[in-house]
């Protein structure tokens, strides 16, 4: 067990459709990462928050958006879904300059 | 483009063979790199990680060598076990400020009994 939890564990929705992701990093760990992960693409990164500010940004698209809350937990918002934002989800903490701890992800299906 | 690869999709070895798993990264600024192991089901888990200024670093059965000449990573798993079956993904971070990796797309370790 990496520490880091996410909810809900499976989601399946239909396109067009809105949904959010919860994601919270070990005890103690500023920083969270968050990451997708498709057949086609492997495991990409998207965006990190650190201590409730946006860090860096990576492939993500403008129909998602994420935010991390003063108790450091973080949320991944994706919106008007694609049969393509089908991936798994993960969301990873650090402590600053050090390994990240994965959570057990996100499996969305957008039908 | 600037890319990490694996060589092999597949790696398939006996139980107490040693197994080792390839990674070229095409960076030179690179200046940090980790493995992960990723089960199915389950997020990727940090292995072993080893900076540029080293060539080599050792943990529990595993080992990581570092070749900066060529751009090579590989990660040497002692007397495999079944449960060290999974996915391998090397990782480059190229910022040092940033703490973002750079995956590869990963190798899958099959041992056999």
């Known amino acids: 067990d990496s520490g880091v939890t996410q909810t809900p564990k499976h989601l399946i929705t239909a396109t067009g459709q809105r949904v959010t992701l919860r994601c919270s990093p070990r005890?103690?760990?500023?920083?969270v990462y968050w990451y997708q992960q498709s057949l086609d693409q492997g495991l990409q990164f998207l965006i990190q928050?650190?201590?409730?500010?946006?860090?860096a940004k990576g492939n993500i698209l403008e129909r998602f958006s994420a935010q991390q809350f003063p108790d450091l937990h973080s949320e991944l918002n994706l919106s008007s879904l694609e049969l393509g934002d089908s991936a798994l989800y993960f969301c990873?903490?650090?402590?600053?300059?050090?390994?990240?701890?994965f959570g057990p992800g996100t499996r969305l299906t957008v039908t | 483009g600037e890319s990490v690869g694996l060589h092999l999709p597949t790696l398939s070895v006996q139980e107490g063979d040693n197994s080792i798993i390839n990674c070229a990264y095409s960076n030179s600024a690179s200046d940090y790199f980790i493995w992960y192991k990723q089960e199915s089901g389950k997020g990727p888990q940090f292995i072993i990680d080893i900076r540029s200024n080293m060539d080599k670093r050792q943990g529990q059965r595993v080992t990581v060598l570092l070749n900066k000449t060529v751009k090579h990573l590989s990660l040497q798993i002692a007397a495999t076990q079944p449960g060290d079956s999974a996915v391998y993904f090397c990782?480059?971070?190229?910022?040092?400020?940033?703490?973002?990796?750079?995956f590869g797309r990963g190798t899958s370790l099959i041992v056999h009994p």
């Open positions: 990782a480059e971070n190229m910022g040092r400020r940033s703490y973002i990796p750079t």
């Open positions: 990873a903490s650090s402590a600053q300059g050090s390994e990240q701890y």
């Open positions: 928050y650190y201590n409730g500010e946006e860090r």
């Open positions: 005890s103690g760990d500023l920083s």
